[in-house]
């Protein structure tokens, strides 16, 4: 796989934008309310394959280099995780021209990055910091308290690439 210098700034762009967004963040419950999620579904929506998940998965390293390894037992973890698989699929499903509808991918990535982020915080909540959350707490505090904004970010990301589109930008 080889990587151009446009391919390179591309990715490091949107994994300094993935770490930027996880800094503004509004303490709502165990898992903050950040503008990551807007950046990961920009990545997989303007980013090739490879592009997306190196994108994301620098992201990943961002943080446990600044936060440090003990990240990793944090709730929201398993939602950086699920960034990099929601980023990956998303391009993937566009690039392969198996879906090219923008709002469609957009609640695909996030359903995708809920299937991996919500078990890791509820396994961390309950077994390791020992809460005994019940699954309805675990969905209220991790998914459904989520939606609302993750609705809107999917709209602003589909906005966005539309209007890049809309100026002959080149979008991967």
């Known amino acids: 796989m080889k990587i151009s210098v446009q391919d390179t700034t591309r990715i490091s762009l949107m994994a300094a934008l993935s770490f930027v967004g996880g800094m ?7 898992v903050p309310v950040t503008l990551q999620t807007l950046f990961v579904l920009l990545s997989g929506f303007i980013l090739s394959v490879p592009a997306a998940f190196l994108s994301q998965l620098l992201h990943l ?8 390894f003990q990240t990793t037992m944090s709730p929201s973890f398993g939602f950086l995780i699920g960034f990099i698989l929601s980023a990956t699929l998303i391009a993937w499903l566009r690039e392969n021209k198996k879906m090219e509808n923008l709002s469609l991918l957009a609640i695909i990535g996030t359903v995708v990055i809920y299937l991996v ?3 890791y ?7 390791v910091l020992e809460s005994h959350l019940s699954l309805l707490q675990i969905l209220m505090s991790g998914v459904i308290l989520f939606l609302p904004g993750d609705i809107i970010k999917g709209i602003i990301a589909v906005m966005t690439v539309k209007s890049l589109v809309g100026k ?3 979008v991967a």
């Not at 503004?24 to 165990?30: H, K, N, Q, R």
Request: glycine residues 10%; aromatic residues 4%; proline residues 11%.
């Open 24 to 30: 503004i963040a509004i303490p709502v419950g165990p």
């Open 61 to 68: 390293l961002l943080v446990l280099l600044v936060k440090g």
């Open 117 to 119: 982020g919500t078990p």
């Open 121 to 127: 915080m509820a396994f961390i909540l309950n077994v």
């Open 168 to 170: 002959r930008i080149k």
